[in-house]
T-cell receptor, first 115, second 114 residues
Framework: AQSVTQLDSHVSVSEGTPVLLRCNYS??????LFWYVQHPNKGLQLLLK??????LVKGINGFEAEFKKSETSFHLTKPSAHMSDAAEYFC?????????????FGKGTMLLVSP | DTEVTQTPKHLVMGMTNKKSLKCEQH?????MYWYKQKAKKPPELMFV???????INESVPSRFSPECPNSSLLNLHLHALQPEDSALYLC?????????????FGPGTRLTVL
């Protein structure tokens, strides 16, 4: 069985300061891990994906995540926050079934960015 | 083209109405999904179609009826809904094969049931 724990429901940062959103996972298999972002009243956009090719994964808009198997973590970082980064972020574990995939979502972290 | 489109963007309906939500993708994906998302919650899976066949129905009430007319289209027919069904309805698609299959999401339909 898979599970995802996002350790913070809200994170507040100032514009220009670093962002850290924390995620721990549990998976019976070698996991596929994603981060999705959702701006208010919008759909979910894939930010980045871990596919076992490299432990440091680069995504869109300057975000990165590092897969640490020993810590079962997949934390999301960005060196410098922009106002446009304010959104809900979901850490997700994916399992591939026959003909489709099943996503297990964390509860989400709301990122607040102040000027 | 990596886009999933959904229509309408907003829908207001009474409890006796019949309406449909539409989802379309042209990425050649063979798996399509319906999710329901309440405010400040992650999406909850409702249905999965794989190669145009219903693969998962997550114990969704029969007032929600999915349909997959072809590999690019996914519909969700709504009838006799309740106010608690008000939510953002998201459609997604993914490849039907391969070891790693991330899902592309549409912008959603905001449904309000009066």
């Amino acid at each position: 069985a898979q599970s995802v724990t996002q350790l913070d429901s809200h994170v507040s940062v100032s514009e220009g300061t670093p962002v850290l959103l924390r995620c721990n996972y549990s998976s019976s298999y070698s996991p596929s891990l994603f981060w999705y972002v959702q701006h208010p009243n919008k759909g979910l956009q894939l930010l980045l994906k871990y596919t076992s090719a490299a432990t440091l994964v680069k995504g869109i808009n300057g975000f990165e995540a590092e897969f640490k198997k020993s810590e079962t973590s997949f934390h999301l970082t960005k060196p410098s926050a922009h106002m446009s980064d304010a959104a809900e972020y979901f850490c997700v574990v994916s399992v591939s079934n026959s003909g489709y995939s099943t996503l297990t979502f964390g509860k989400g972290t709301m990122l607040l960015v102040s000027p | 083209d990596t886009e999933v489109t959904q229509t309408p963007k907003h829908l207001v309906m009474g409890m006796t109405n019949k309406k449909s939500l539409k989802c379309e993708q042209h990425m050649g994906h063979r798996a399509m999904y319906w999710y329901k998302q309440k405010a400040k919650k992650p999406p909850e899976l409702m249905f999965v179609y794989s190669y145009e066949k219903l693969s998962i129905n997550e114990s969704v009430p029969s007032r929600f009826s999915p349909e997959c007319p072809n590999s690019s289209l996914l519909n969700l027919h709504l009838h006799a809904l309740q106010p608690e069904d008000s939510a953002l309805y998201l459609c997604a698609s993914s490849q039907g094969w391969g070891a790693i299959r991330w899902q592309y999401f549409g912008p959603g339909t905001r449904l309000t049931v009066l």
